[in-house]
């Protein structure tokens, strides 16, 4: 029988109702007696690592996680981390990267209604994701809710108040629960070599959403006080560049003090292409900048994070962004 470790952070899976709305107060023995039938094929340990709403997560916080992980590595055969649905893909992403070749699940969970309400969807995520976590060839970091298993750098949450929260951006689903039967849609080759754990980040990430008219002097501002940017354009990638608001003149700028800037694009599914259009292609042939590719938004900033902390210069930055980290990317271009 595999032996896990449930670390909760709070969310709303451990809220329950007070004067100013939901808040986390409900404690892991408790979300443990809520599932009595994980006793006949697993045993779960608990802590309480955190009890915030996840709108309260930065990444100090993840830290926090991966050093719970690594402490108890060698104890358990898992680890279920429950947490609020609405920062959850960020955790998943990032923890994709801070725990690399684990060889065993680290799973992610929630849930969109308390598990103290009479009608909740927690009991099911739960139980899920202990099941998942017993799997055999269930390694690495995931995000179980509504019955899928979805990649820890491919998750995105979709709807604000469905059970169906989340969806597998540009990848397909890793597996679906139903019941005791799970069913993987895809088989990853584990990767040789000791887990790696990261114990550093740097969040001098900033995420910029194109819209008609904004001007690009955000891009002065920013670029003092960020190390890299992530700008959401349009499409497959571009930038304006015509009348007053140019901003391919802010780019050099930015690659002249060194700073990281990738292109995504606002389109969920799909990817970024700069080079299809003059407006893409202009800037991507002038300036120092990355793209997002097939990635998440939510895989792009905590990578950044991630390679920041790291350390190196553009280059080195770019060689480690378009390297594939638990399939995060799959279309990379080195060339751009």
């Not at 358990?76 to 699940?105: C, E, N, W």
């Not at 990853?188 to 550093?200: K, M, S, V, W």
Request: glycine share 8%; aromatic share 8%.
């Amino acid at each position: 029988m595999k032996r896990l470790l449930l670390i909760a952070t709070g969310g709303t899976i451990a809220s329950t109702a007070t004067a100013e709305g939901l808040a986390p107060s409900i404690t892991p023995k408790e979300l443990l007696e809520s599932v009595p039938e994980a006793a006949q094929f697993c045993e779960v340990d608990a802590i309480q690592l955190l009890n915030i709403d996840s709108t309260n997560i930065q990444p100090e916080h993840w830290l926090l996680m991966v050093e719970a992980v690594e402490a108890n590595f060698h104890r358990y055969d898992g680890f279920v981390i429950t947490h609020g649905t609405d920062t959850m893909a960020y955790t998943a992403a990032a923890l994709s990267y801070l725990i690399q070749r684990p060889g065993k699940p680290i799973i992610l969970t929630g849930a969109q209604r308390p598990v103290s309400d009479p009608v909740t969807d927690a009991r099911k995520n739960l139980l899920d994701s202990f099941r998942f976590a017993c799997q055999t060839d269930a390694a690495g970091v995931f995000l179980v809710f509504s019955g899928q298993a979805i990649l820890g750098g491919r998750a995105k949450k979709m709807k604000s108040k469905s059970y169906a929260a989340f969806s597998s951006i540009n990848y397909p689903v890793a597996a679906f629960i139903d019941g005791r039967r799970v069913v993987h849609y895809t088989s990853r080759t584990q990767e040789e070599g000791p887990p790696l754990f990261y114990h550093a980040l740097r969040p001098k990430v900033f995420l910029l959403k194109l819209i008609p008219g904004i001007e690009p002097d955000i891009l002065d501002y920013v670029g003092d006080r960020y190390d890299a940017i992530v700008i959401e354009s349009y499409g497959v990638g571009g930038l304006p560049f015509v009348d007053q608001r140019n901003f391919l003149e802010k780019l050099k700028t930015l690659t002249e003090k060194g700073r990281i800037v990738v292109i995504a694009t606002q389109v969920m599914l799909e990817g970024s292409d700069m080079t299809r259009y003059e407006v893409g292609a202009r800037a991507a042939a002038r300036y120092n900048l990355l793209q997002a590719c097939d990635m998440t938004i939510e895989a792009v900033v905590t990578k950044l994070m991630w390679l920041l902390a790291q350390g190196g210069d553009f280059q080195q930055i770019r060689r480690g962004f378009y390297t594939p980290v638990a399939c995060d990317i799959l279309t990379a271009d080195m060339e751009h």
